[in-house]
């Protein structure tokens, strides 16, 4: 790879990963199409010139199902955390609460 292609490729994945610019921005930014811009953003990540890391995951509420064991007198219990905000978890841990005490009522 020249010199040249590294600076474009290096120019390109920085405006796009770091300054936040969209495809679109980049592109008029360094003379070329957006599917160049995607295409160079593609070979930056297959030369190692970008590496993209994710964080850990854990979508399980240990914490909430250990709760819901104790008030409800569960066994055991799964809970898969889905709300992308505090306000939303708040809102979900209520309703969860509300499902599991009327499947107690049900089926105990």
Do not use: W
């Not at 300054?19 to 030369?47: C, D, H, I, M, T």
């Not at 250990?66 to 955390?81: F, M, S, T, Y």
């Amino acid at each position: 790879m020249s010199e040249n292609d590294y600076r474009l490729l290096a120019m390109v994945a920085t405006l796009y990963y770091v300054n936040n610019q969209s495809q679109k921005s980049v592109a008029e930014l360094a003379g070329v199409s957006q599917a160049k811009v995607s295409r160079l953003l593609a070979e930056a990540r297959e030369k190692g010139i970008v590496k993209i890391t994710v964080g850990p995951f854990e979508p399980r509420d240990k914490d909430a199902e250990q709760e819901l064991i104790k008030k409800l007198g569960l066994h055991d219990a799964v809970i898969v955390n889905n709300a992308t905000t505090v306000e939303g978890q708040e809102q979900e841990n209520g309703e969860l609460l509300c499902r599991a005490r009327d499947f107690k009522n049900d089926y105990a």
